[in-house]
């Protein structure tokens, strides 16, 4: 199946840094990449879909100022928290579509990348 | 509203078979997703659904029943591996997953 990168897979900063986490996919062209952030024993929380060469649309109570994503190109999107706080500590995970033929437009998942803000 | 509905947790024996029930309600629909995963990782994709009836692939099978909004994963011959937590997703009209909790799954010797 495809293959989907996500980096750093783990990270811990200090409040008011920002972190970059990046999402590749290794084997095929994403024009559609959904960044998702999961806390401990819950499911996953869609914050917003990233779409090549536009600006990504994000889901109701998610800042956009707060998470920037950028989709640059057919292979990578990523995302930016900034003036990071001990709050946003979460699992961020990205995914991203494969083309709708075959996989039925089945969706693979980045390896994920756990925050944690001091 | 959507919404997806499956059981919080269950429990099985190593060897046995278990049934994992998920309900469904969207605007639209494209089709039923299954997902495992272990915990501190990344969900894994384990199969999909669109039209009525049973899909089987290896030890897990996927049934669909669209007018009923239902769907179950079924695990045959358990292993202590597959202790995870499994992840209904249905894709509603605009294709965007609604995801359910997620079912924890424990196996026991």
């Known amino acids: 199946g495809a293959v989907v990168s996500q980096h750093p897979s783990r990270v811990i900063c200090k409040s008011g840094t920002s972190v970059k986490i990046e999402c590749r996919s290794l084997d095929f062209q994403a024009t559609t990449m959904f960044w998702y952030r999961q806390f401990p024993k819950q499911s996953l929380m869609l914050m917003a879909t990233?779409?090549?060469?536009?600006?990504?649309?994000?889901e109701q109570g998610v800042e956009k100022d707060k998470f920037l994503i950028n989709h640059a190109s057919l292979t990578l999107s990523t995302l930016t928290v900034t003036s990071a706080h001990p709050e946003d500590s979460s699992f961020y995970i990205c995914?991203?579509?494969?083309?709708?033929?075959?996989?039925?437009?089945?969706?693979?998942f980045g390896e994920g990348s756990r925050l944690t803000v001091l | 509203g959507q919404n997806i509905d499956q059981p919080t947790e269950m429990t099985a024996t190593e060897g046995a078979i278990v049934q994992i029930n998920c309900t469904y309600q969207?605007?639209?629909?494209?089709?039923l997703f299954w997902y495992q995963q272990h915990a501190g990782e990344a969900p894994t994709f384990l199969s999909y659904n669109v039209l009525d009836g049973l899909e089987e692939k290896g030890r897990f099978s996927s049934f669909l029943s669209r007018s009923k909004g239902y769907s179950y994963l079924l695990l045959k011959e358990l292993q202590m591996k597959d202790s995870a937590s499994y992840l209904c997703?249905?894709?509603?009209?605009?294709?965007?997953?609604?995801w359910g909790a997620g079912t924890k799954l424990i196996i026991k010797p």
């Open positions: 997703a249905a894709m509603d009209s605009n294709y965007q997953l609604i």
């Open positions: 990233s779409n090549e060469g536009s600006k990504a649309t994000y």
């Open positions: 995914s991203a579509r494969a083309p709708l033929t075959g996989d039925a437009g089945e969706l693979f």
């Open positions: 969207t605007s639209g629909f494209n089709g």
